[in-house]
């Protein structure tokens, strides 16, 4: 089974700062899917493939990285980021999901 | 507009039965693949099952395996997800959601609840 692990496990930006949260996984994936939930929320799809941004994703949002090393980042943190993001592989079931990084407003 | 609502869960005892359903709408149901995510109290994401489209593959979790019948009506655009022996451990949200690029749509979810 393919560990993700994601740090930091919670962060605080304040608007405007730039936030990258990283996606470890224990044996090399072909691709990271990254999700955003907000409390009471379903997940959202929000990264997919690595890098591709999901529909109405705002394009402050990044995604990169290859192997066992991935990241995504907001170049400008807004308000409405404030959420928790999940990291996901399809690299074989099981497919596993970080443990989420709580990003919270400043 | 993609729709999946779930429905079945509830508050059961350590050891019994129940059956989970997702009903889809708007797109052609019988075209992909469906899994079962679930996410305990306060937990993060885990996958438990997935179907293929025409229900011919299923592949689970290790620890629902043996437990938990993935199956689906493409008729009926329904998802189901039979889940016996259950365990305190079971204990979460189940969503239901639409493989495409990743978990693509997701349902709103439906709480299954473990205690004697």
């Known amino acids: 089974e393919i560990v993700l692990t994601q740090s930091p496990t919670t962060i605080a930006a304040s608007p405007g700062e730039k936030v990258t949260i990283a996606c470890r996984a224990s044996?090399?994936?072909?691709?990271i899917y990254w999700y955003q939930q907000k409390p009471g929320a379903s997940p959202k799809p929000w990264i997919y493939?690595?890098?591709k941004l999901a529909s109405g994703v705002p394009n402050r949002f990044s995604g990169s990285g290859s192997g066992t090393s991935y990241s995504l980042t907001i170049n400008t943190m807004e308000t409405e980021d404030a959420a928790t993001y999940y990291c996901q592989h399809w690299s074989g079931t099981p497919w596993t999901f970080g443990g989420g990084t709580k990003l919270e407003l400043k | 507009e993609v729709q999946l609502v779930e429905s079945g869960g509830g508050l059961v005892q350590p050891g019994r039965s129940l059956k989970l359903s997702c009903a889809a709408s708007g797109f052609t149901f019988g075209d992909y693949a469906m899994a079962w995510v679930r996410q305990a109290p306060k937990k993060g994401l885990a996958w438990v099952a997935t179907i293929s489209f025409d229900g011919s593959g299923t592949y689970y979790r290790d620890s629902v395996k043996g437990r938990f019948t993935v199956s689906r009506d493409n008729a009926k655009s329904t998802l189901y997800l039979q889940m016996d022996s259950l365990r305190s451990e079971d204990t979460a949200t189940y969503y239901c959601?639409?493989?495409?690029?990743?978990?693509?749509?997701w349902g709103q979810g439906v709480m299954v609840t473990l205690s004697s």
């Open positions: 493939d690595t890098s």
């Open positions: 044996s090399s994936v072909s691709y």
């Open positions: 959601a639409r493989l495409g690029t990743g978990f693509e749509y």
